[in-house]
């Protein structure tokens, strides 16, 4: 197996991280000041950012001023050293699935100055199954809600898994989409890096508020041959990381609201902060990957 190194720099606690995979495939950290021996590489052959949960539309103590805040999110996309090569939204643009909300996100997302991927989240599909969100951003380009493409030696997933999280309470991919991923993937050398997007974790990160999805471990057992895999989605609006072998999973931050740690209440309600604070909780992440396969992934407060 061919070493691989994942830096991991928690930009808006000024904390860094380097993750590092060793030959038995496992993550160690460690300070980077200790890491002399392994600096990253000065020159990035791709960057892109990872939006996700700007819920257009919702009005509530949490956060009445959405649209700012997204706003403020995409200026700061729009001033990055290095203009990413696209940006891709995780879910829950609207907040309820209307039209309005569908048409206002967009004038908003317009103002990116990189081209912009988009999947829904379960908030984007109430009441018609996606309808109103397929015909305000475009879906030519998928198949059973599978997108693929390939950028600077990377190959992209997008998935789709929230069309029956009304009825199951819990992300699902189905096993036609699974049957596409399938077919997908076997065409991919195992040492080509896999970045895979989805809005609902692809793991069991707290099944109970549906932040699971109910046929994930199929789409993993597909994803276990390669060396390496990042799996990034939204719905949690937090940050939060996980591994499973060369599989590394992280969620987003939200550009509108946070919701609690796993199992802090009853249920995922929209968390009320001072002001101050809000902004702190809000953000954006970067991701780059430099030759020799490095992979930065940096988080970018709001505030």
């Not at 539309?57 to 997204?70: D, I, Q, S």
């Not at 879910?91 to 988009?118: M, N, R, V, W, Y």
């Not at 099944?207 to 994803?223: C, I, V």
């Amino acid at each position: 197996m061919k070493r691989r190194n994942f830096m991991n720099h928690v930009g808006w606690t000024g904390l860094g991280i380097l993750w590092a995979v060793g030959s038995n495939g496992l993550l160690s950290s460690c300070n980077i000041s200790e890491t002399t021996d392994k600096k990253r590489l000065n020159t990035a052959s791709l960057s892109f950012v990872q939006i996700s949960d700007t819920h257009i539309g919702f009005h509530k103590p949490a956060n009445e001023h959405v649209t700012e805040t997204l706003l403020k999110a995409i200026n700061a996309i729009n001033s990055l050293p290095t203009p990413p090569a696209f940006v891709v939204h995780t879910g829950d643009i609207s907040h309820l699935s209307k039209p309005a909300e569908f048409d206002l996100a967009k004038q908003i997302l317009s103002q990116l100055k990189a081209p912009l991927f988009t999947l829904p989240g379960e908030h984007d599909t109430i009441g018609d199954r996606g309808k109103a969100y397929s015909e305000a951003f475009s879906q030519k380009d998928k198949k059973e809600g599978l997108q693929s493409w390939d950028s600077s030696g990377v190959h992209f997933v997008s998935l789709t898994n929230v069309l029956d999280f009304g009825e199951t309470g819990k992300g699902k991919l189905g096993q036609a989409q699974l049957d596409l991923l399938a077919k997908d993937l076997a065409a991919q050398n195992r040492d080509t890096p896999l970045v895979i997007f989805s809005h609902i974790p692809l793991y069991d990160l707290y099944p109970k508020w549906g932040w699971a999805t109910a046929d994930s471990a199929k789409a993993l057992s597909l994803l276990s041959r390669f060396s390496s895999v990042t799996v990034l989605n939204g719905h949690i609006h937090q940050v939060i990381q996980h591994s499973e072998g060369n599989i590394r999973f992280s969620t987003a931050a939200s550009t509108a609201y946070p919701l609690p740690a796993p199992g802090n209440g009853e249920q995922p309600a929209p968390v009320k902060l001072p002001e101050n604070n809000l902004l702190a909780a809000l953000g954006f992440r970067t991701v780059e990957f430099a030759p020799g396969h490095n992979i930065q992934v940096d988080q970018h407060s709001l505030a």
